[in-house]
């Protein structure tokens, strides 16, 4: 689903449909301000509900010493980078995307996103 965004007290906001089996309606999400969101019936209702998030967020933040983030801040990276790997790593790589009918990009996205999903565990 593709999202609209707008910008709300400075802060850029993605607002976005849900699917019904996320409970319909519209999230709107403050990439700048890290769990920051809400949502709504409609987009104003998100759009509405998220400006109040955003100065909980802000005031939370202030409460616990946390720095908080200047508008803008999540636009400065790309979405782009190189890594170079062994060639023994890329063909497994490769391989395993064609075995799955994905590109090699959309494979490793996969496993770092799933990797970064993961709880941190300290070593004993």
Not at 1 to 20: C, D, F, Q
Not at 73 to 81: I, M, V
Request: charged share 20%; proline share 9%.
């Amino acid at each position: 689903m593709n999202g609209v965004e707008v910008t709300v007290s400075k802060y850029p906001v993605l607002i976005r449909p849900l699917y019904a089996k996320e409970g319909g309606g519209y999230l709107a999400e403050v990439p700048d301000l890290p769990g920051c969101m809400s949502d709504g019936d409609t987009p104003e209702q998100a759009l509405a509900s998220v400006n109040r998030a955003i100065k909980e967020w802000i005031a939370a933040a202030k409460k616990i010493g946390r720095p908080i983030p200047p508008p803008g801040t999540a636009g400065n990276f790309s979405g782009k980078w190189v890594q170079r790997v062994p060639k023994s790593l890329h063909q497994k790589l490769a391989e395993q995307a064609k075995r799955e009918g994905v590109s090699l990009n959309s494979l490793a996205m996969t496993f770092l996103a799933q990797g970064l999903g993961k709880p941190n565990r300290k070593a004993a």
